[in-house]
């Protein structure tokens, strides 16, 4: 079954070349003229990866996106945002709203379909990873007495969080961030400035040596870095 992939943008033109294109190249496609269309079909289809415009009718990319990001099953959807929207303030608020990617028109055909492929085996290898440990069996293979298996438990969990040593400012960003908030939302929250928390974020993707901010919140939950 091809992955899905819907793409939300008011011009018509857009949305039929881009389909096509990607049909061609294997993927599903749905498509939305509006942001409250995508919103519904993101809730209904569930797709691999989003690809949105910002100036959009009914709601705009940016809230369409950061919409998303506060429901706990679509933190991590890989989002790139498809605009006419080119200069460094409007990159920094899709980047700022849970954006993955950001690419100007006009664009590329062969670069969209490069980046897509990137989000979506990132997706799919996180996906994988998280799925596997799921069903780890958590019984040995020699049985240990409810009191070890506690103390087992406690020892395994404080080795991994040892392995990312995070400031009280840093993690409190961290928990701020798996909830879905944006930059400027987390800022009003520690009452700092969106680029001083643009700051932090970019320490702990170098910390925990992931790239953008799906990563990074799937990375928390695995390591135990948030509760």
């Not at 857009?14 to 269309?37: S, W």
């Not at 103390?151 to 961030?177: G, P």
């Not at 901010?213 to 928390?220: K, N, Q, T």
């Amino acid at each position: 079954m091809p992955l899905l992939i819907l793409v939300a943008d008011d011009d018509l033109g857009i949305r039929v070349a881009v389909k096509d294109y990607l049909e061609m190249h294997g993927y599903g496609c749905i498509t939305a003229q509006n942001g409250e269309d995508a919103f519904s079909l993101v809730q209904t289809y569930r797709p691999h990866l989003l690809i949105s415009d910002i100036k959009m009718p009914r709601k705009d990319g940016y809230t369409l996106v950061k919409e998303l990001r506060q429901l706990p099953e679509f933190r991590l959807l890989p989002v790139v945002f498809l605009t006419e929207c080119g200069n460094t303030e409007s990159r920094i608020q899709g980047y700022q709203v849970g954006c993955d990617v950001y690419l100007p028109k006009p664009f590329e055909m062969d670069e969209l379909k490069a980046v897509i492929r990137n989000l979506l085996e990132r997706s799919q290898i996180i996906q994988s990873e998280w799925h596997f440990s799921q069903k780890k069996s958590p019984q040995q293979d020699t049985p240990q007495h409810p009191q070890q298996q506690q103390q087992a438990a406690k020892i395994s969990i404080q080795a991994e969080m040892e392995l990312v040593e995070l400031t009280r400012r840093e993690s409190e960003v961290l928990d701020l961030l798996t909830m879905g908030l944006s930059n400027g939302e987390i800022g009003q929250r520690l009452h700092l400035s969106p680029r001083t928390i643009e700051k932090y974020v970019s320490s702990l993707l170098r910390k925990t040596d992931t790239s953008n901010r799906a990563e990074l919140v799937r990375f928390a939950f695995d390591h135990h870095l948030v509760t």
